[in-house]
């Protein structure tokens, strides 16, 4: 879809709204440049324009392919592709949604094709067309009027994405356990966003190149690098700042599997010991409770009752106390604390 076409001459624009292909290919030869602006469009529209002006096949394909590192690439007749990745945060979803946008530039026009809705260039044209002194310059104006707008629309999710972490951050150094997920959702973000930023320094290095552009444009290239070298910096901090509180993370989260394990090993010991006290009572009900007439002959008064099973519950139960009290106070002997100790040099003889 066509969304604007405008022919600029001497600074600037020629006529009011759109104008169709093939007027806009005409208007390449009358002197000046033509600004067409695309998003998202179809196989046979871009067919249409790569007949209308004359692009290079491999070009057009490569436009309508994603990519997920901006690269720069030169034709034979002159035709520079640049691919850009722009970004977007949103703050209900707390995702960021990219973009891409693809310029042809020539001497003549320059051709934006947008892929996905971070890719609006409505600021940069309207912006643009308000300084007639760099349109002068010609198709390079537009490029770094583009340029210029990826780079500063990156600084609000690197904002938004310093938020994030310092709330993921606070959570896990105050020794509550954060959720993983989300320490990798950020992390695999804040990696695509670097894969953004990163190779864009390459691309816009090489058109930093001494007598490529009109040297009036080169302080604004350098000013887009600036901005640029600044916001590659505070992402590669955050990705080296999530790797450390992912590790702090998986720190905590081992700290309280540990103290459940330790809650749960006391409460096996507290079973262990219930039960090993009632094995042996188990035993003497057991017996007693057999039908042997030795016991049915003796056992024919509430003393004789006492005497073999109170008592005889009794004394193994407080055998057994005894013995698991002696047990607990004196734990078995650790290994020598001088085994693990540096030996000492010997003395030095007096004599």
Request: proline share 5%.
């Amino acid at each position: 879809m066509i969304v604007d076409c405008a022919h600029y001459r001497d600074g600037r624009r020629q006529q009011e709204g759109s104008m169709p292909l093939e007027q806009a290919a005409a208007r390449c030869r009358q002197g000046g440049f033509v600004w067409l602006g695309l998003f998202e469009p179809g196989q046979e529209e871009m067919d249409n324009v790569r007949k209308c002006f004359g692009l290079h096949e491999l070009a057009v394909e490569d436009a309508r392919t994603s990519h997920l590192r901006p690269k720069a690439e030169r034709y034979e007749d002159g035709t520079e592709l640049i691919i850009l990745r722009t970004a977007r945060y949103d703050d209900e979803r707390e995702e960021i949604d990219t973009g891409e946008i693809s310029v042809f530039l020539a001497e003549h026009f320059v051709i934006t094709v947008r892929q996905g809705i971070a890719s609006e260039l409505h600021g940069a044209r309207a912006r643009l067309e308000r300084r007639s002194e760099l349109l002068r310059a010609g198709t390079a104006s537009t490029l770094w009027a583009i340029l210029d707008q990826v780079v500063d629309s990156y600084a609000p999710v690197v904002a938004e994405l310093d938020r994030d972490i310092e709330q993921i951050e606070a959570t896990v150094f105050s020794g509550v356990v954060a959720p993983t997920e989300r320490i990798y959702f950020l992390r695999r973000e804040v990696t695509d966003f670097y894969r953004a930023v990163h190779p864009l320094l390459a691309v816009l290095s090489r058109q930093l190149q001494p007598g490529k552009y009109p040297a009036e444009l080169l302080p604004y290239f350098h000013n887009v690098h600036d901005h640029l070298l600044l916001v590659n910096e505070e992402v590669a901090a955050q990705r080296d700042l999530l790797t450390t509180v992912l590790e702090a993370n998986i720190a905590v989260v081992s700290v309280e599997q540990n103290k459940i394990n330790l809650q749960q090993s006391a409460t096996m010991e507290r079973l262990t010991i219930v039960a090993t006290v009632f094995l042996p009572l188990s035993f003497v009900v057991g017996f007693f409770g057999q039908n042997f007439a030795w016991l049915v002959r003796h056992i024919d008064s509430f003393t004789a009752f006492l005497d073999l099973t109170v008592v005889g519950l009794l004394l193994p139960t407080l055998v057994l106390y005894v013995w698991l009290r002696r047990r607990h106070g004196h734990p078995a002997p650790l290994m020598p604390e001088a085994s693990n100790a540096v030996p000492h040099p010997p003395r030095a003889s007096t004599k």
